[in-house]
């Protein structure tokens, strides 16, 4: 693995004059990676993402993952981005066989950056004051036919040799539960409270429509709540990770997200092991 400074390659573009194509280039001009991360296997090529083909391609499988997948509304009607991208640094799994992007994450370092997606969402001025670095990943989605352990892995390979280069303390980002059932949401966040899966003293608080007040009655015996929790949350709580916070509701992606935070001074022996050793 090899990891260093690296600059965009904007050779050889081209784009048809669309303007999310434009948009696009726009956000390409002006990221700037500021680590590669370069990884080959038999099957995968995992590297961050600096040509204008692959934010294409990347943009592209977020849009069909989220709008197909989840019901997500989108400004485009082909492409996944947003405001933060060019702050961003973007891991990306390539398919071998055919140069397809399979899988991928953004990361949001504070080393580099005092603005953070899930700021959209959240008040989370106390996560911003714990002292020690900082890494935010959002987006996180991987092609149906390449759902397996390798990319899960290869990714997380990914995202803990980027935290140790960075010198992070903490990992922090939103998980989706896609659905609006308020009681379903309220049973969830609980289920973690009662698992002492939940922050003793909450860190982010969600702010203005994202806001919701949860059910605290009549919600059964929520330890039957947890085949429910999506598999990317279930895997941040069995790597450490606590929820600092009620959930937030996003409209335009139809979902309670959960506002999830790892302390890598506190990380599973096993996922430290496998990914920060």
Not at 245 to 269: H, I, K, Q, W
Request: hydrophobic share 35%.
């Amino acid at each position: 693995m090899f990891l260093s400074e690296t600059l965009l390659d904007t050779k050889g573009i081209q784009f048809t004059e669309t303007d999310d194509e434009y948009a696009i280039f726009d956000i390409f001009k002006r990221s700037r990676p500021h680590l590669n991360i370069y990884v080959e296997t038999p099957k995968y090529i995992l590297k961050t993402a600096n040509t204008f083909p692959e934010f294409k391609k990347f943009f592209s499988l977020r849009h069909a993952i989220f709008t197909g997948e989840y019901g997500a509304k989108t400004k485009s009607s082909r492409y996944d981005f947003d405001e933060y991208d060019a702050l961003c640094d973007h891991l990306i799994i390539i398919d071998r066989s055919n140069d397809e992007i399979c899988g991928y994450y953004r990361m949001i370092s504070d080393v580099f950056s005092h603005s953070f997606y899930s700021e959209s969402e959240f008040n989370i001025d106390k996560i911003k004051e714990l002292y020690g670095n900082k890494l935010e990943l959002g987006r996180a989605c991987i092609a149906k036919d390449h759902r397996n352990g390798q990319t899960i892995s290869l990714l997380w390979k990914g995202i803990g040799e980027y935290a140790k280069n960075l010198n992070c303390r903490y990992i922090f980002g939103l998980s989706s539960l896609s659905t609006d059932s308020l009681l379903l949401a309220s049973a969830m966040y609980f289920h973690f409270e009662n698992n002492d899966q939940t922050t003793a003293i909450p860190l982010a608080r969600a702010t203005g429509d994202y806001k919701v007040s949860l059910v605290v009655e009549n919600l059964g015996d929520t330890n039957n709540i947890n085949e429910e929790v999506p598999n990317l949350l279930k895997m941040y709580i069995a790597a450490g990770s606590k929820i600092v916070g009620y959930p937030a509701y996003d409209r335009d992606f139809n979902c309670f997200d959960f506002l999830t935070m790892l302390d890598l001074n506190e990380v599973s022996p096993s996922f430290k092991r496998r990914y920060f050793s």
